[in-house]
Nanobody, 126 residues
Framework: EVQLVESGGGLVQAGESLRLSCAAS????????IGWFRQAPGKEREGVAS????????YYADSVKGRFTASSDNAKNTVYLQMNSLKPEDTAVYYC???????????????????WGQGTQVTVSS
């Protein structure tokens, strides 16, 4: 059974950092494109990072570029989202997602991803 489990969310002040983790079971990240998404109350789910399965390249939304960094530990079958210089507008539930069909990075359409974690809440106070 394919499963993604996120962790690492919490409440921080503006300017602080958090690292989210997404542990996979039932498949290996090597063969899947990975996306990080977030959804704030009353807003649509938006992509913040998209990692290619073919060459490992990562693309970021303009709103997080230079502040967020996605990485992976293949030995642990876990991907991470390091979030620095957090802003109140980063407050949302964050999700990781995986797709076997996507080969290239830069895919921010949620419907393109097949597997989703349960989400983890990130709250940034001003």
């Amino acid at each position: 059974e394919v499963q993604l489990v996120e962790s690492g969310g919490g409440l921080v002040q503006a300017g602080e950092s958090l690292r989210l983790s997404c542990a996979a079971s039932g498949f290996t990240f090597d063969d899947y494109a990975i996306g990080w998404f977030r959804q704030a109350p009353g807003k649509e789910r938006e992509g913040v990072a998209s990692c290619s399965s073919s060459d490992g390249s990562t693309y970021y939304a303009d709103s997080v570029k230079g502040r967020f960094t996605a990485s992976s530990d293949n030995a642990k079958n876990t991907v991470y989202l390091q979030m620095n210089s957090l802003k109140p507008e980063d407050t949302a539930v964050y999700y990781c997602a995986a797709s076997e069909a996507i080969v290239v990075g830069g895919v921010f359409e949620p419907r393109a991803y097949d597997y989703w974690g349960q989400g983890t809440q990130v709250t940034v106070s001003s």
